[in-house]
C-alpha cells in the first residue's frame, strides 16, 4: 500500500536552514548537511528545501550547499527557490537534488512548466502554491507580487494539465502557527487533482496530521514540530498509524 | 569490505545520475558516471538508472551506440547489470508510452500506464514489496519491506521473471532478476537504510 509521507519543509538562508513564520520572520534550525543527516537518520520521507535568497534576492541558486545535502540525502530531495529556467533545473539536478519545486515563474508563465515537464518528466516537477485568505476567499499569494486575484484550485488544475507530478500547497495564514493546517482550504482540494497534494504550513502535533490527511492531502509537509516540539518523526508516524492512516514505519538504524 | 569492483553507471542523459552516484559513494564502492565505450568495456558492473520517457530512454542509448554495446557486455559477457526505474523497463521487450517502442528485451514484459481515471498519476512516494521469489540483491531485507517508488508506467511481465509484486491498483513487478541481470522499479539509492543495503548487495556480488 502507498503511503502518507512526512516530510520537512525547510528554507535556506544566508547558508543556514530556517523556518519561517507566516511568510515573515525565521527561525534558524541549523547546519544544512548536519540536519540533512539527522533527518535522514530519522527516517522522514522526503525532504522539501526552499533557497529563500535566490528566490528572493534574485541570487543564484546555492548549488554548492544543494549538493553538499544530497551527500547526505539518500530520500528524495525537492529543491526550490527563484528557479525560472531549464538551464537552472539542470544545474539543481546536477547537483544531485530529484525534483524541482517552481512557483513565481509558474504563476508568470504556465508554458514553462509544460517545458519543464517534458524534458524532465511531470515525476520531477512540484508546483508550489501559497494560498491566503482574503475577504473570505482564498487567493493566491506571491512574496514578491503580494496577493493575487488568482483562485488557488483553479492555479493547480491549469498546472496539472500543464505537466506538474505535484502540488505543494502552503496556507500563508497557517505557516508556522502551530494551529494546525487549513482544512478549509484543504477542503477546496478534495478529490479535484490526479496529482497527489502536499499539505503545508500549520502542524503543531500528530493529530493535526490526521485531520490533514482525513481532508484529502497525500503528504504531509512541516518543520516547525521537527526542531522545537517533543515529537520525533517516528513518534508523530506512529501517532498517524493509530488512526489507520498508513505510514512507513521507522526502522532501528 | 565492500568488492572493489568497478561499477559503471551509464549516462544516457536521463536524469538522477548523480543521485545514484552519491548512493554508492556512500557506501564505498568504486563507482564512474560514463557513456564511453572504453570505460564502459573495461567495468566490472553496469547500472542503468534513469527518470523519464521510455522511447527518449531507447532513443538517447541508440545516439549513444550504447545498444549493442550493452547486449555484448551484458548478454555475452555476462556482467552483472541492474536497471532502475525507467531502467529496469527499458531491458523489457516493449512500453505503450508516448507510442508502442521496442526495449532491450532481455527480460520479456511492457510497461503500461497506470490507470489515470481511478489512480493519482504518477505512483509517487514509499510502497511495500512483497517477494516473489526473492533474489540475492535482497539479502537481510525483510519482506514487505517500503521502498521510494516514482513512476507513471508499470512493468507487466511473465511470472517467471519477478522477484517481487507491489501494490498500486494493481499488482505490479517491482523488482526482476534474470541470472545476472536484475532491476528495481523503486529508487533505491532514494530509500534510505535498505535501499543502500540493495546497492551495498550489488557491489557485492561475485561475477
Not at chain 2, 573495461?42 to 545498444?67: C, H, S, T, Y
Request: some cysteine.
Amino acid at each position: 500500500m502507498l503511503k502518507h509521507r512526512l516530510i520537512p519543509c525547510v528554507l535556506l538562508k544566508d547558508w543556514q536552514l530556517v523556518k519561517s513564520i507566516q511568510f515573515d520572520s525565521y527561525r534558524t534550525i541549523g547546519h544544512p548537511t548536519t540536519t540533512v543527516r539527522v533527518y535522514n537518520a530519522r527516517n522522514v520521507d522526503e525532504l522539501i528545501v526552499l533557497d529563500i535568497d535566490a528566490s528572493l534576492k534574485n541570487e543564484e541558486i546555492n548549488t554548492e550547499i544543494i549538493s553538499d545535502m544530497a551527500d547526505e540525502c539518500f530520500m528524495p530531495l525537492t529543491i526550490g527557490g527563484g528557479i525560472d529556467s531549464i538551464d537552472h533545473i539542470y544545474q539543481v539536478l546536477e547537483a544531485g537534488a530529484d525534483k524541482i519545486s517552481i512557483n513565481s515563474k509558474a504563476i508568470e508563465n504556465q508554458t514553462f512548466i509544460n517545458e519543464a515537464a517534458k524534458i524532465f518528466g511531470s515525476q520531477c516537477i512540484v508546483c508550489s502554491i501559497d494560498a491566503k485568505k482574503i475577504d473570505n476567499q482564498y487567493r493566491v499569494y506571491n512574496k514578491k507580487l503580494g496577493v493575487l486575484d488568482i483562485d488557488p484550485l483553479t492555479l493547480a488544475r491549469e498546472y496539472e494539465s500543464k505537466g506538474a507530478g505535484e502540488i505543494l500547497l502552503t496556507s500563508v495564514d497557517n505557516e508556522g502557527t502551530q494551529k494546525g493546517y487549513n482544512l478549509e482550504l484543504l477542503h477546496l482540494f478534495k478529490d479535484k487533482l490526479q496529482i497527489p497534494i502536499i499539505i503545508n504550513g500549520g502542524m503543531g502535533k500528530p493529530g493535526h496530521g490526521v485531520d490533514a490527511i482525513k481532508n484529502g492531502a497525500d503528504a504531509l509537509a512541516a518543520a516547525y514540530i521537527f526542531h522545537f516540539s517533543q515529537y520525533t518523526p517516528a513518534q508523530i508516524k506512529e501517532e498517524l498509524y493509530k488512526f489507520n492512516i498508513s505510514v512507513r514505519m521507522a526502522f532501528n538504524n | 569490505m565492500l568488492s572493489d569492483n568497478i561499477i559503471a553507471i551509464i549516462d544516457y542523459k536521463m536524469g538522477n545520475l548523480r543521485s545514484v552516484e552519491k548512493a554508492f559513494k556512500k557506501i564505498g564502492a568504486n563507482v564512474v558516471i560514463t557513456n564511453e565505450y572504453s570505460v564502459i568495456k573495461n567495468a566490472d558492473k553496469i547500472v542503468l538508472p534513469g527518470v523519464g520517457a521510455f522511447k527518449e530512454g531507447m532513443e538517447n542509448l541508440r545516439q549513444l551506440a550504447l545498444i549493442d554495446l550493452l547486449n555484448k557486455e551484458i548478454l555475452e559477457n555476462k556482467k552483472i547489470f541492474l536497471g532502475i526505474c525507467l531502467g529496469m523497463q527499458l531491458i523489457g521487450s516493449k512500453s505503450y508510452e508516448v507510442e508502442e517502442t521496442k526495449g532491450l528485451g532481455w527480460i520479456s514484459g511492457e510497461s503500461v500506464k497506470f490507470n489515470s481515471k481511478t489512480l493519482k498519476v504518477p505512483h509517487v512516494g514509499w510502497n511495500n514489496i512483497s517477494y516473489t521469489n526473492k533474489n540475492v540483491l535482497f539479502d537481510n531485507i525483510p519482506d514487505q519491506t517500503d521502498f521510494y517508488f516514482v513512476h507513471s508506467y508499470y512493468f507487466k511481465s511473465e511470472a517467471e521473471y519477478d522477484s517481487s509484486l507491489t501494490n498500486y491498483g494493481v499488482d505490479f513487478v517491482s523488482s526482476v532478476n534474470r541470472k545476472n541481470i536484475f532491476g528495481c522499479q523503486f529508487h533505491p539509492e532514494k530509500s534510505q537504510k535498505y535501499g543502500l543495503e540493495i546497492l551495498t548487495n550489488f557491489a557485492n556480488l561475485k561475477s
